[in-house]
């Protein structure tokens, strides 16, 4: 699966530093990679939404806003490829927030875990109205999965799939996606992320998840978590996702451009020892390359 980003107010892609040959794409853009990737045979697009600074406030209202920029790019997706592939969101607040966190924060700036999940529930029915086949809330609330099922049925979106973010740990290795997503973070996300040292309440997570009705489990970063990977795929009854972040990427990336490894064979090593662990499904920066490479 292809993780994408389009940004708002942009007239041509605008490239990644930290992440070589990854871009923000236009909404023209977007298409016409999305279709690329398509016909390379990747599995499904995860689409990350980049508004223009300007709209970002406290509640990730550009988020909602059936006008924001990642709701709108899913209806030109939607309509370009319809069933062709399996159309993902991202659901999560902090791409749309100007303080940068995933959820909206209380009156002593603390991220408010309920308040958030009545957000989580409209960006939710908002991304499912434009034609997302697939949500992905990657934001660790506590009861996340459960409200936006509920949330999703009660308008009529009984078929769109949840894919949880379900043991997602506080990392490191997220930094080149804060630049890609132009995020205003300026904290960290210890206290809804979780502790990279605990694979027990890792499990937990993965189980409460499965208990509130996901349908895809994921676990995050990859291959530092590959013993997740494992322990989750022997005992999950929904398939396990696993997704391969900017880090990672980035890391292979940048030794490769040092000619101090081949990108190629590493990229390809480290996503089959990832499907080796027990993932079904493999969120990758390299999926359209390593569909070329594979065919
Ligand atoms: C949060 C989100 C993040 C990533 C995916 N969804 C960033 C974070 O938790 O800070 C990271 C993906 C990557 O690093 O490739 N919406």
Redesign the pocket.
Known sequence: ML?MFVADGIDEPAPIASMPGVVQHTRESLRAAAADAVSAGVGGLML?GVPRAEDKDAAGSAGVNPDGILNVALRDLAKDLGDATVLMA?T?L??FTDHGH?GVLDERGRVDNDATLKRYVELAVAQADSGAHVVGP??MMDGQVGAIRDGLDAAGHRDVVILA?AA?FASA??????E??S?S?SGD?HTY?QEPGNAREALREVQLDLDEGADIVMV??ALGYLDIVSAAAATSTVPVAA?Q???E?AMICAAAANGWIDERAAALESLTSIRRAGADIVLT?WAAGAANWLS
């Open positions: 993780p990350f991202d999560c902090d791409e995933c990657s934001g973010y997602k290795f997220y930094g080149p996606f804060r890609a997503v995020s973070l996300r992320q995050k970063p997704y972040v900017s880090g990427y920066y």
